[in-house]
Antibody
Framework: EVQLVESGGGSVQPGGSLRLSCAAS????????MNWVRQAPGKGLEWISY???????YYADSVKGRFTISRDNAKNSLFLQMNSLRAEDTAVYYC???????????WGQGTLVTVSS | DVVVTQSPLSLPVTLGQPASISCRSS???????????LYWFQQRPGQSPRRLIY???NRDFGVPDRFSGSGSGTDFTLKISRVEAEDVGVYYC?????????FGQGTKVEIK
């Protein structure tokens, strides 16, 4: 069974940093691209970052230059380093294996990040 | 960035009746490989999103056949043939053709 479990969320002051982790299991992690998607309280979904199996990376403009996605295939883990956090970064952050086809699409349960003074 | 616009944003539906959600993109979503990377997701209250449809019209495993997707180019539709109580939630389309990927604003489906 595919499982994605996020951790590392919490409260942080504006300008601070946080590192999110996503532990993957139930599939060959190294073979799949992975994503981070966030959802501000009461708002819609926002795709924020992608990393391919070979390391190609993309970011949404809203986080480019502040957030860094990475992966450790040996540990079946996905990461999101978030720096220079702003109030508008407050959201539930989902780790997701979105996929493009019949291989399926999987989401974690999300981890809440609150940026407030 | 590609803007994805859904309508309506709120959709009250009677149980057993059909429902339809529109998704329009500001650019064609046909990729150079000939595929159209348009997806539909359902998010039930308090839950993580779940994908229903991939590449416009393909149902994910386990998705009831009352859900169907159609469209091409810049104009797409999700249809529910007969709405059931478990279909309450917010539905999002997402384009995965152009970077950055973008979601529509979401359509809230509720029972009248």
């Amino acid at each position: 069974e595919v499982q994605l479990v996020e951790s590392g969320g919490g409260s942080v002051q504006p300008g601070g940093s946080l590192r999110l982790s996503c532990a993957a299991s139930g599939f060959t992690f190294s073979s799949y691209s992975m994503n981070w998607v966030r959802q501000a309280p009461g708002k819609g979904l926002e795709w924020i970052s992608y990393i391919s199996s070979s390391g190609t990376i993309y970011y949404a403009d809203s986080v480019k230059g502040r957030f860094t996605i990475s992966r450790d295939n040996a540990k079946n883990s996905l990461f999101l380093q978030m720096n220079s956090l702003r109030a508008e970064d407050t959201a539930v952050y989902y780790c997701a294996r979105l996929g493009s086809s019949f291989e399926g699409c999987y989401w974690g349960q999300g981890t809440l990040v609150t940026v407030s003074s | 960035d590609v803007v994805v616009t859904q309508s309506p944003l709120s959709l009250p539906v009677t149980l057993g009746q059909p429902a339809s959600i529109s998704c329009r993109s500001s650019q064609s979503l046909v990729y150079s490989d000939g595929n159209t990377y348009l997806y539909w997701f359902q998010q039930r209250p308090g839950q993580s999103p779940r994908r229903l449809i991939y590449k416009v019209s393909n149902r994910d495993f386990g998705v009831p056949d009352r859900f169907s997707g159609s469209g091409s180019g810049t104009d797409f539709t999700l249809k529910i043939s007969r709405v059931e109580a478990e279909d309450v939630g917010v539905y999002y389309c997402m384009q995965g053709t152009h970077w950055p990927w973008t979601f529509g604003q979401g359509t809230k489906v509720e029972i009248k």
